[in-house]
């Protein structure tokens, strides 16, 4: 059977195929540099997307070989393991190219889909890009139920990609073929947005995504999403230098925002000429070097006692670029002195407000520049610069300690681990982490060197991040060395994407810690009453609790069976040699040690860096009666800041 002749000025495509030719001629551009928006395409295909997109790439990938200078538009394909992982990935090079660049995700129908219910929700609670693609059931109906599709009695057009919604900062499903156009439209217009980006999910009905239509050639042409840097109202800049102008003792809090505008020159410009101290959130932390004289180090409940100290006495807070989480404000404990007054630097207005601050809404390197023209001339008091100078030399005498290790032959502590690590690497090595006991211990402790060295995932703080989002950062910075620093627990999580990284010849490396449990989640056990119970990966004691015995695997075989490199340091010397040798190395190799449980971090002051975790209001043990008692008294320092 002949195909149909396509009217003039129009192309006959599939829509999966009409969809993948749109998205590699998508542009973002900032400051006059253009960068593809959708640079890959993940993808685990079933039959909720193998003969639609699946096939659309395959087109794409033979129309369009890569490899060529200049290289051609077709869109690259990635494979995973597992489809919450191949979020992850989209997410870490997201983060990595500064949100100007991204990954889009396709799965099936059912539990792939579902399945990406948890990275859509990192990616947006972060602020990062992402396009998920899920397969979907019939949208002509011809076929229901189809394998895997939920029945909804009550809503014929209900399908498990609605879970989605939530998560996504645009969703849209595709039931008819022209709807592709405007729903495409609109999904890339999210993803360039620097206030809305997000994940983005467009759920594609796999029929629709084989129908054929005559698709406007204007629909393929290059397109590029110009990132705006927004700047701030000149009455609101005059109301916020007057503010910075009347402080006595100010304190800058550098969040994400500041990376993903590339603020880092203008923050230090600031910080140099004014003489105010910096700390970071999680997300801010790099944005000075570490040897900064105005830089503290983390501020919170994660914490330097040097920026939680000053967070406690300032009379004014700058925020550039945060979201001011539990953990920033220390559960609205942090910031006690009475009349502290916020000013928030941000590019969304939603978080430019909160804590009743002084609102400036702008980008954040436009926004620190105008900053520093205006309080030109402007310093803070020598003796406030002195104070926190003199704190800062001090915090690094206890940085030093935690990361010394006397006995070359000991088994080596957890922040023994980071200090061999933090004496291996450059400014160009990348350092992933996301949960467990490790944030708390490199938001104290890491000595960042440059502006995207410190990756942490704490927005959503998601056990299994760290493997695919270090594949993710290597695949947008193939030149850096790229560590992921996980936990037993988290790599049980999610160790599939090893797989990908050895399928790719990515030479990632992972520091594999066996503390034998939930180290971080048990120690709040036991401040919070719970005894460290059901938190110890150990065999059931006569009792029936989880006290026996420690478990017998072995994950270091484990990685070994995925196709790494592996090295097994069982000392404090062995463990600086293998860092060494996994540094240099051309494949993905894991270093894996086994650490002593005792804790060595210095630790902010109690009162603080609070974390409110609500305790048994009544109990009979007492340890769950002593920590409510401990609860009370630092929810009395808890304020509303208005």
Not at 17 to 35: I, M, N, P, S
Not at 583 to 595: F, G, H, L, Q, W
């Amino acid at each position: 059977m002949t195909a149909p002749t396509p009217p003039p000025g129009t192309r006959r495509l599939t829509v999966a195929q009409a969809l993948v030719e749109f998205l590699a001629h998508q542009y973002t551009e900032r400051d006059g540099r253009r960068h593809r928006l959708i640079n890959a395409c993940w993808g685990i295909f079933g039959h909720g997307n193998v003969a639609g997109l699946g096939q659309a790439l395959l087109e794409s990938r033979a129309a369009s070989p890569r490899g060529t200078t200049p290289e051609p538009p077709g869109l690259p394909y990635l494979q995973g393991r597992n489809e919450q992982a191949m979020v992850h990935a989209a997410v870490g090079y997201a983060r990595q190219c500064d949100r100007l660049s991204a990954h889009a995700v396709t799965t099936s129908i059912g539990p792939g889909a579902t399945n990406l219910v948890t990275g859509a929700a990192l990616a947006t609670v972060n602020r990062l890009p992402v396009l998920l693609l899920p397969g979907d059931s019939f949208a002509t109906r011809r076929a229901d139920p189809v394998l895997q599709q939920l029945e909804v009695p009550y809503a014929g057009d209900v399908s498990v990609n609605d879970a989605l919604r939530p998560v996504s900062r645009f969703f849209d499903r595709v039931t008819r073929p022209e709807a592709l156009i405007p729903a495409a439209l609109q999904a890339m217009r999210v993803l360039a947005d620097p206030v809305e980006t997000g994940a983005v999910t467009l759920a594609l009905p796999q029929d629709v995504q084989a129908e054929a239509y005559d698709w406007p050639e204007e629909f393929f042409a290059d397109r590029v999403w110009r990132v705006p840097r927004p700047a701030p109202d000149p009455s609101a800049l005059a109301d916020v230098v007057r503010a910075l102008r009347d402080a006595r003792r100010p304190l800058i809090i550098a969040g994400g925002g500041v990376h993903h505008s590339e603020a880092e020159d203008a923050l230090r410009a600031l910080a140099d000429s004014t003489g105010i101290p910096v700390a970071s959130t999680q997300a801010g932390k790099g944005s000075l070097r570490h040897d900064h004289p105005a830089d503290v180090g983390g501020i919170g409940h994660t914490g330097t006692a040097t920026a939680d100290g000053l967070a406690r006495e300032a009379d004014l807070i700058l925020g550039v670029g945060t979201r001011y989480t539990d953990f920033t404000t220390a559960s609205a404990t942090l910031f006690a002195a009475p009349g502290v007054r916020f000013v928030n630097l941000n590019i969304a207005s939603f978080d430019s407000h909160k804590l009743g601050a002084l609102s400036l809404v702008a980008d954040a390197r436009t926004g620190l520049e105008a900053l520093a023209r205006e309080l030109a001339g402007h310093r803070v008091d020598p003796a406030y610069e002195a104070a926190y100078t003199a704190a800062k030399t001090e915090w690094e005498t206890l940085v030093d300690a935690a990361y010394a290790a006397e006995d070359e032959t000991a088994r080596p502590s957890q922040t023994q681990v980071l200090g061999a690590l933090d004496a291996v690497v450059d400014d160009t090595d990348i350092v992933l982490n996301a949960a467990g006991s490790l944030p708390g211990d490199l938001h104290k402790l890491w000595r960042a060197r440059s502006r995207r060295q410190y990756h942490l995932e704490y927005g959503y703080s998601c056990m299994g991040y760290e493997i695919p989002a270090a594949i993710g950062v290597r695949l947008a910075a193939p030149d850096r060395p790229v560590w992921a620093l996980v936990g037993d627990g988290t790599y049980l999580m999610n160790p599939t994407e090893i797989v990908t990284a050895v399928q790719e010849g990515l030479n990632i490396n992972i520091v594999l810690i066996q503390n034998h449990g939930y180290a971080s989640i048990g120690g709040l056990s036991e401040e919070t009453g719970g005894e460290r119970f059901g938190t110890d990966y150990r065999f059931r004691a006569e009792d029936g609790t989880y006290t026996g015995a420690p478990l017998p695997v072995d994950l270091a075989a484990n990685a070994a069976s995925l196709g790494m490199h592996v090295l097994r340091a069982a000392t404090v010397g062995e463990l600086r040699a293998a860092l060494a040798e996994a540094r240099t190395a051309n494949r993905p190799t894991c270093v894996y040690v086994e650490t002593e449980t005792a804790d060595t971090v210095p630790g902010a002051p109690a009162a603080a860096a609070w974390w409110d975790v609500p305790v048994a209001e009544t109990a009979t043990r007492p340890a769950a009666v002593a920590a409510r008692e401990a609860y009370d008294r630092h929810a009395a320092g808890r304020r509303r800041h208005l």
